[in-house]
């Protein structure tokens, strides 16, 4: 079993997963996973316009 280092986008902590789900694994935590997720969709929210 081999380990790779990555570096979470949204708070830039390093942190170690295992190779096999090296492409799965994108955030440290649950906390940067939901942060990401409110940040899309304020994107989303924010381009939408009334008619």
């Not at 380990?3 to 986008?9: A, F, L, M």
């Not at 440290?28 to 939408?48: A, P, W, Y």
Request: proline share 4%; net charge positive; hydrophobic share 35%.
């Amino acid at each position: 079993m081999g380990y790779v280092r990555k570096t979470c986008p949204i708070c830039g902590r390093e942190f170690i997963v295992l190779k096999k789900v090296e492409e799965k694994a994108i955030y440290c935590t649950l906390k940067c996973l939901s942060t990401s997720r409110g940040e899309m969709r304020r994107e989303k929210v924010s381009s939408f316009v009334p008619i």
